[in-house]
């Protein structure tokens, strides 16, 4: 990028200049020139490497982070929609992909993350009401499905209409009331700093709208999780299917040896028959993940 004043104006030299400060004075506001607008340069270039490092002290630690959680990728993909199409995918927590290879990963991190929404902070909520107050309003989507959860418990809501910033209107009554004590959120896993989530028995996890592809192959989902007698359930729903629908596992890959998954691991693979705009959500069951 050029700078305003690329070449400062030469002094006349058939001009007396001691006695001319107009002539100095013309070169002076050049040179200004030229430095704010360096100046605002540095800033936007400050700003905008600010906003990348969502929180790390630096680029170079977000990136690290980025790193750490998506490992390397080996092996290769073949096919379409086929259980060992996926291969290989180290620090992968969740995966998607559609017909063009197209692969998406769930980081579990704040700017980096799959999840309907973070939480936000629940006012007050009456049984049998079709209405709910929370904090804030403006980031609810109306017919995207979301959790409303608290230490008693979790239930999902979909909402119909935002009657104010503080104001929803549901798709259906609420089965009990609900206080300040909850929250609506996108998933009720807890975030590990390193990546990847823990999941309690009983934590769920729903996914913004998502896009797969448009034809009817089947979409190859890989969940890694702890290889203990915990379930992981997955279900969908997209305009063909409108209701959530589970998905029964297709195939478990351990991990160790020559795998590429790390010992203490599953890689579970479901074949997902999600056409066009969809969700996803998951339900853990049995132990703890």
């Known amino acids: ?47 905008e490497i600010t906003a990348a490092r969502f929180g790390n002290l630096s680029l170079a630690g977000m990136v690290g982070t980025i790193v750490s959680q998506i490992g390397g990728i080996l092996g290769s993909l073949d096919g379409t929609a086929s259980p060992s199409t996926l291969q290989n995918v180290l620090g992968a927590d969740f995966l998607y992909r559609n017909s063009d290879k197209r692969m998406v990963f769930e980081l579990f991190a704040s700017g980096y993350s799959l999840q309907a929404i973070d939480d936000i902070a629940v006012i007050n909520g009456v ?29 999902i809501i979909r909402p119909t209409s935002i009657r104010s910033d503080n104001r929803i209107k549901l798709s259906a009554s609420l089965d009990r009331s609900w206080d300040a004590t909850g929250k609506v ?3 009720t896993l807890i975030r590990n ?39 992981v359930r997955l279900y969908y ?31 579970d693979k479901y074949l997902v028959p ?16």
Not at 127 to 155: F, H, N, R, V, W
Not at 238 to 264: H, K
Not at 274 to 281: A, F, P, Q, S
Request: no cysteine; hydrophobic share 30%.
């Open 1 to 47: 990028m050029s700078l305003p004043d690329p070449t400062i104006t030469r002094i006349p030299i058939d001009q007396d200049v001691q006695a001319t400060p107009g002539l100095w004075n013309e070169r002076y506001a050049e040179i200004d020139h030229n430095f704010e607008n360096l100046d605002d340069r540095a800033v936007s270039v400050e700003e």
């Open 127 to 155: 049984s049998s009401d079709d209405a709910l107050d929370i904090a804030d309003t403006s980031k609810i989507i109306t017919g995207q499905d979301y959790l409303l959860s608290d230490e008693d418990g979790t239930e």
């Open 185 to 187: 959120t996108g998933s």
């Open 193 to 231: 700093e390193d990546g990847g989530a823990d999941a309690a028995v009983g934590s769920q996890w729903i996914s913004r709208l998502i896009q797969l592809g448009t034809d009817t192959a089947k979409r190859t989902i890989t969940i890694r999780r702890t290889a203990n007698t915990g379930v």
């Open 237 to 267: 729903r997209d305009n063909y299917q409108t209701s959530w629908a589970e998905v029964d596992r297709a195939i478990r890959q351990t991990g160790g040896g020559t795998t590429g998954i790390p010992d203490g691991y599953y890689d």
């Open 274 to 289: 999600l056409r066009e705009d969809g969700y996803l959500r998951i339900v853990t069951e049995a132990a703890a993940i």
